[in-house]
């Protein structure tokens, strides 16, 4: 211990520790390793004791010299014996349960950031293989012990002595056992010594992190949270997860944005109010109020997890309550929580929470959102060192992010993605957020995601979900920075030979006249360059799909295409963009519009839509199918979201054979 210490090195794997020899009140005959463990900060991992010593007064000394001691459940659930060297099981209860390597690391990590100098002691029981029952094992410990005793052996020697007469009464077969023991402890040791370097690594910053929390706190969060079992570790770690992303494959989707709390208020007037339809102002207003896990970026994942897309769902949140009641619930729901990262208070920040209150129509009246952790900077969300790591080895084949994070964040998603050639897709949030895609280029250019020459072929973004609102807003910011005046958007709008003459006619015979009206189709045609596919949600009117075409689509001379190209670029120039070829824009009316009375909730019904289109373009089988192909199917999915109460339905589940 004393030498690994000087070293540097942390982890200290041995075979069996000394301790408290029984007669010890008499003879004071204590190993020195207890004495060395209380004053050496080094995690030694052991067998535990020689079994032939006094193990309850073996722990006793060890609490009294400020070591912590932990046994390795290996697999049991409970509460589990320390183990006695050669057998699993020594009828002593360990002081504490050690879940996994994860926590193990975890707690030198802590202690470390604390500056104590006690070692740590963690207790590895020998393979069941080679375990030699306890009721064997005990009756040769007790007549080595009593041969020592005839024969004068004491202090020093006595080890070595009982040691040798155990090997002869058991035959040898405490030698494989040994041998056994020892290569599973250099195992363990190896592993808790790898996820601490990895706890290290993404702490660069200690101050603003946490440390992984135990599951076993989840039972704290009352009865409408169940806490994972043992074997899926702990809830959370900071710069760590659940799962270890050893254990990551390859995903079709990578959803990145909010996971939060949500409250959703619907307006339930009576008596005299029975006939209105919206909540009074500056008032308390009748409701009812249910709480659930929502999130956009939540919504969107669980959405394509249901309809049977590989998902993975990279969120942040904090170490409070409700952090650990989502984490929770997120592994409930099926979802892998490597991905998320819990950060400590000390940052000033909290889990995110959502309000909603509806109407009595449940149309959306006013929300409330709460999403500053989703604001902090990507050196603080260790952007490179944790998610760069993720997305490299998922590898998705869709990156879905939402309008929560920062730009600089946002733009860090985008080039995360760019690097394994995933394609991208933005889900605005809201009419404010929706604006960061173009917001900054005058005063900082470098602030924005989207620049006056990311049009197509070097376009940032494949896809964008807004509603209406959002549509209007994404376009007056482009607009006010002077997109529209960068000639490589004016080089893609000029091929694309849009007529200004009869061009409304053309627009409301695949739209609506409001539509055309409200300058919907209008003003996204005018984002295409930098958002080839516009996928807008316009409620009880439906989805219109707005594509930029490249110029060899089969699309554009497809006879079942041709009513809803309005649009081609002159093939013959030879020179022009190869990604121009035209516009596709569509209206998807919903299959059914419901009655006020059954609509249940409007959260996340448009989440739900995102996340089954993208769900549909990730998914191997359906090579050679269009955004197009998937939006009846996604509508679907919605109407079961509107009719169910939360978030996404789990109804939605029932469509995945279509899919």
């Not at 706890?199 to 039972?219: C, F, G, M, N, Q």
């Not at 009352?222 to 799962?243: F, H, K, L, N, Q």
Request: hydrophobic share 40%; with cysteine.
């Amino acid at each position: 211990m004393i030498l690994a210490h000087l070293a540097g090195i942390k982890v200290f794997g041995t075979g069996g520790l000394g301790g408290v020899h029984r007669g010890a009140e008499v003879s004071m005959d204590i190993s020195a390793d207890l004495t060395e463990l209380g004053r050496t900060p080094v995690a030694v991992v052991s067998s535990g004791c020689k079994s032939f010593l006094d193990i309850p007064k073996t722990l006793e000394y060890l609490e009294t010299e400020g070591v912590l001691v932990g046994t390795f459940a290996d697999g049991r659930k409970g509460h589990v014996d320390y183990p006695a060297f050669w057998t699993r099981d020594s009828g002593i209860p360990s002081p504490k349960v050690i879940q996994n390597e994860l926590d193990a690391a975890a707690m030198i990590y802590a202690q470390n950031q604390l500056g104590l100098t006690s070692g740590i002691h963690f207790a590895n029981p020998i393979p069941e293989k080679y375990s030699i029952p306890k009721a064997e094992m005990d009756r040769v410990i007790d007549e080595a012990v009593r041969t020592a005793a005839a024969e004068g052996f004491h202090g020093s020697d006595n080890t070595p002595f009982i040691l040798a007469k155990i090997k002869e009464l058991t035959g040898g077969s405490s030698i494989p056992a040994n041998r056994a023991l020892i290569e599973s402890n250099v195992q363990r040791a190896t592993k808790v010594a790898v996820e601490l370097m990895k706890l290290e690594r993404a702490h660069k910053h200690p101050e603003y992190r946490s440390i992984p929390v135990s599951s076993d706190l989840t039972s704290s969060l009352g009865s409408s949270v169940s806490a994972p079992t043992p074997d899926t570790g702990s809830v959370a770690a900071i710069g760590r997860s659940t799962s270890p992303i050893d254990n990551l494959g390859k995903v079709d989707v990578l959803v990145a944005g909010s996971l939060a709390i949500d409250l959703s208020c619907d307006f339930t007037p009576f008596g005299s109010q029975k006939a209105a339809v919206s909540p009074s102002v500056q008032t308390s207003n009748p409701a009812t109020i249910e709480q659930s896990l929502g999130g956009v970026g939540y919504n969107v994942a669980i959405a394509a997890s249901y309809v049977g897309s590989t998902t993975l769902f990279c969120s942040v949140v904090a170490d409070d309550l409700s952090g650990k009641a989502a984490l929770a619930a997120v592994e409930q729901e099926g979802l892998e929580t490597t991905g998320i990262q819990t950060l400590s208070l000390s940052l000033g920040v909290r889990t995110a929470q959502y309000i909603a209150v509806n109407d009595a129509k449940k149309d959306l009246f006013v929300a409330m959102a709460d999403m500053a952790i989703m604001e902090l900077p990507d050196h603080d969300l260790n952007m490179e060192g944790f998610w760069g790591a993720i997305v490299a080895q998922a590898r998705p084949n869709w990156i879905v992010v939402d309008g929560n994070w920062s730009p600089a964040v946002i733009s860090k998603w985008i080039e995360l993605g760019q690097t394994v050639g995933a394609r991208i897709a933005f889900e605005p949030v809201s009419t404010a957020k929706a604006t960061r895609l173009f917001a900054g280029l005058e005063t900082n250019k470098s602030s924005c995601v989207i620049g006056p020459s990311d049009t197509v072929p070097r376009s940032k973004l494949d896809l964008a979900a807004p509603n209406e609102l959002e549509l209007r807003s994404m376009y007056s910011t482009a607009r006010e920075n002077g997109l529209f005046d960068s000639p490589e958007w004016w080089n893609i709008i000029n091929e694309l030979n849009l007529s200004s003459a009869g061009s409304r006619d053309l627009l409301v015979s695949v739209t609506s006249p409001s539509l055309v009206d409200a300058g919907i189709p209008q003003q996204s045609i005018q984002l295409l360059p930098f958002i080839p596919n516009l996928l807008i949600k316009l409620g009880p009117q439906g989805v219109l799909l707005t594509q930029l075409l490249p110029r060899e689509d089969a699309r554009l001379t497809s006879p079942d295409c041709s009513p809803y190209i309005i649009s081609r670029s002159d093939a013959s120039a030879g020179n022009g963009n190869e990604m121009v070829g035209g516009v596709y824009m569509r209206l998807f009316p919903p299959e059914t519009i419901l009655a006020d009375e059954d609509v249940v909730s409007v959260n996340g019904a448009g989440d739900t839509l995102l996340g089954v289109v993208v769900a549909g373009l990730s998914n191997g089988h359906n090579a050679g199918k269009y955004i197009k192909d998937f939006i009846p199917l996604a509508q679907r999915a919605s109407l079961c979201t509107l009719q169910g109460k939360g978030g996404v339905s789990p109804r939605i589940r029932e469509l995945q054979a279509s899919l």
